[in-house]
């Protein structure tokens, strides 16, 4: 099956600075999602970007499909961005919707 | 904001015991997933769900668990009878359509068998 990577494994950062998270995968996808995990163990959608570029906020991400990469940006970070950051990706050849998670990034982010 | 709605948020079960957790997914959509993450790992596909039937399951999945919509609204993981592994969190998503995949996920089942 399809392997997702993600990089750093872990991050620590002072409040207001820059990061950016990086997803490799290893097959073409149908799919790509960013998702965030708060302490609560909740997934909350960041990103549905199969291909391209999309902003919200502090947050921007961009997915180049032929060379199988996404990167997720977070810009002047907060406390409140702290948590486990992770990208799933729908392959062809398996069920519509059917997502791999990578092992995430677990940031955490300092006062 | 239509959401994916999970109950319980946290149930404590015996070994052995039948546990039966809850989805009511996004009201327009028409496919269906459940999710486990064991702690400190990453989330792991159990069962795709689409039209009334099974679409693709993972070795995880084996015949201690399934899956129902018994009505119009709800889904359901039953696990017959449970073992110490199957601790997890346990997620449920749903997809609008074809063409549309953006999948959302429910907040979650803490299952804890002891």
């Known amino acids: 099956g399809i392997q997702v990577e993600q990089s750093p494994p872990d991050l620590i950062l002072q409040e207001g600075a820059n990061s950016t998270l990086r997803c490799n995968f290893s097959d073409s996808v149908n799919n790509l999602q960013w998702f965030h995990q708060n302490p609560w163990g909740q997934l909350i959608n960041l990103f549905y970007i199969p291909s391209g570029t999309k902003q919200n906020g502090r947050l921007s991400a961009t997915t180049v499909a032929t060379e199988r990469y996404s990167l997720l940006y977070i810009s002047s970070s907060q406390t409140t961005d702290s948590g486990v950051y992770f990208c799933a990706v729908e392959s062809g050849g398996t069920s519509y919707g059917k997502l791999t998670f990578g092992q995430g990034t677990i940031l955490t982010v300092h006062p | 904001e239509p959401e994916v709605t999970q109950t319980p948020s946290h149930q404590v079960t015996q070994m052995g015991q039948e546990v039966i957790l809850r989805c009511v997914p996004i009201?327009?959509?028409?496919?269906f997933y459940w999710y486990r993450q064991i702690l400190g790992q990453k989330v792991e596909f159990l069962v795709s769900?689409?039209?009334?039937?099974?679409?693709?399951k993972s070795e995880i999945f084996d015949d201690q668990f399934s899956v129902e919509r018994p009505d119009g609204s709800n889904f359901t993981l039953k696990i017959r009878s449970t073992k110490l592994e199957d601790s997890a969190m346990y997620f449920c998503?749903?997809?609008?359509?074809?063409?549309?995949?953006?999948?959302?996920f429910g907040q979650g089942t803490r299952l804890t068998v002891v």
């Open positions: 769900f689409y039209n009334n039937e099974i679409s693709e």
């Open positions: 009201s327009n959509h028409l496919y």
């Open positions: 998503a749903s997809i609008k359509l074809n063409r549309d995949g953006e999948a959302f």
